[in-house]
DNA sequence: GTCTATACTCAGATAGAC
DNA sequence: GTCTATCTGAGTATAGAC
């Protein structure tokens, strides 16, 4: 049940006739120079001009590969969710099958981490904009973190029925405080400062399972 | 220590000479719109066109009290984190002499999820907008949840000093962990769910204190 | 103090040459 | 496919009446 991923967000299911390949590797860069400026910038912060920039062209040429920002930004927000899942579904399936349920938690807790503050352009991008955009853009692809939202239920509701977590915490909060934490990583993590994303992964596995308090 | 308040952001600290009483609630009634609308829409989405519809004015009857748009935002920016702080730190010492750390962490946490749940337009605006205006706005405001920060850290510091947290926890990780499974909670807390914002509160101090794991 | 009308600016979008 | 030049609309800001 956890092996299959999450289906790909295809709102632009086949190539306009006549692209070549020329035509999508350049539009595969103009889509992340998007994403990274929005990540950086937000949505209305960055300019057209901006992304043509940082791709290497100009704003009017972006018309050819996309019909208007909003559809760019569709597609920056399409990419986003099944590139963080398929990352985190894959460290899970890693594990032997031997793994406990709590193991695998703990993989998806790292792989989530890592993902976010080395990798993902993408999910920085998502994360800063997806309340920037307008509010039919938004409401299409708060289905995305829903379907992820449910991967981590499951993972979640394994461990509780192997006996793992306690009983007397609300599922659907604590999967949102984990994630919530996580999430907000983005604020205020630096590549440069003291512990790294792995340290900093450890530190949420250790807090999520067993808490600060002293025993 | 934690009795003192935090300095007040003052941006504005003498009124402008002439300026009425009645300039001065209509003042203060158009921040509490810009703050709602903030909140709900961000910072770019929302139109001074808005903000005066709101407080029952008209775009450009806003100029009289305010230079420009940037200009509110950043009265709006100011009053936030003082707003929070103070609702905090007054739950906090409202605790007799005998409470102890923890249970002044608890106060805390408690506090804090209730102000920005129940309360404050005024935080919401600030976490959704904070990425979102010019650059040089955001500069002169990340200090103010800084300090808020710092008490935050003399709050869990207390509490290790005397024992009750574990040592083998980064605390700075474990303090922006706590504050930001907190923050998360506007992108989803609904006021209708079927936890009430205290409930909510009671999760996070459980699990953050104890856990998730089941002994 | 607040209104209406209007000027200005910026950035998204389009056209047409190459 | 990409460029430059240009159009257009939205929305901030200003002016001047009341």
Redesign the pocket.
Known sequence: MSSEKLAPRTRRPRRKK???????T??QKILDSAAKLFSLQGY?????????KEA?????????????????VQDVLGMTMSLLSNAVMAKVNELPETATPSERIAAGIQAHVLHILQRGFYTQAYMKIIDQVPAHVRRAYVMAPRAYGNYWRGLLEGARQAGELRTDLNPTILRLLLLGSITWMLEWYKPDGPLSADQIADEVTKLFFDGARKR
Not at 44 to 52: G, M, V
Not at 56 to 72: I, N, P, Q, V, W
């Open positions: 006549g692209s070549s390949p020329k035509a999508e350049k539009r209305a912060q960055t300019k057209l001009s901006d992304i043509a290497g062209t100009h704003a009017g040429s972006l018309y050819y590969h996309f019909k208007s920002k909003e559809d760019l």
